[in-house]
T-cell receptor, first 116, second 112 residues
């Protein structure tokens, strides 16, 4: 089954304790992205990757890191989480993203993170 | 700053009626426009995309785009209770930039 998976689905942690949220897709997609969703603020892009070893900042990158060592995986790293990073996080992927030819973004199931 | 504006709602529509959802965007160079549906606590799923001015129909859904007015809408005909969800408008930026900018969504309630 074609899908985007995220782990963990739920996480409660404490301030300053490094964590990683994994994201994996089995569709051979080039483009992958991380979003956070907060009440009243909607979906905001954190980081995205056009392909292996190519990553770039989205609208709210502060406090996050990503890597793209393999095409299928795009982990989100919080080196020192803070309470303002409590949010619902979504990973998404698409075959490619190009100005003239855009392909559907498939979203993972989401990771609900609470930082105490 | 790229902006995508939607009325947050809730928008309440009787079952069987037409639901009309609206979205405006600030980036005049935007090329591609998307409507996603999101049920509470779930991930967004794509319903429609549109690139050209005019209407695009897919089953009960019609997307309408007017680039001159920087306006995109989604019509849902014969609304069903299962259509109750938050609808997110998303826009690709102009100038060859990457990514999607999402509106904050409109909460739609279909009343049985």
């Amino acid at each position: 089954e074609a899908q985007v998976t995220q782990n963990p689905r739920y996480l409660i942690t404490v301030t300053g304790k490094k964590l990683t949220v994994t994201c994996s897709q089995n569709m051979n997609h080039e483009y992958m992205s991380w979003y956070r969703q907060d009440p009243g603020l909607g979906l905001r892009q954190i980081y995205y990757s056009m392909n292996v070893e190519v990553t770039d900042k989205g609208d709210v990158p502060e406090g996050y890191k990503v890597s793209r060592k393999e095409k299928r995986n795009f982990p989100l790293i919080l080196e020192s989480p803070s309470p303002n990073q409590t949010s619902l996080y979504f990973c998404a992927s698409s075959l490619s993203i190009h100005r003239e030819s855009y392909n559907e973004q498939f979203f993972g199931p989401g990771t609900r993170l609470t930082v105490l | 700053q790229k902006e995508v504006e939607q009325n947050s709602g809730p928008l309440s529509v009787p079952e069987g009626a037409i639901a009309s959802l609206n979205c405006t965007y600030s980036d005049r160079g935007s090329q591609s426009f998307f409507w996603y549906r999101q049920y509470s606590g779930k991930s967004p799923e794509l319903i429609m995309f549109i690139y050209s001015n005019g209407d695009k129909e897919d089953g009960r859904f019609t997307a309408q785009l007017n680039k001159a007015s920087q306006y995109v809408s989604l019509l849902i005909r014969d609304s069903q209770p299962s259509d109750s969800a938050t609808y997110l408008c998303a826009v690709t930026p102009g100038g060859g930039a990457d990514g999607l900018t999402f509106g904050k969504g409109t909460h739609l309630i279909i009343q049985p």
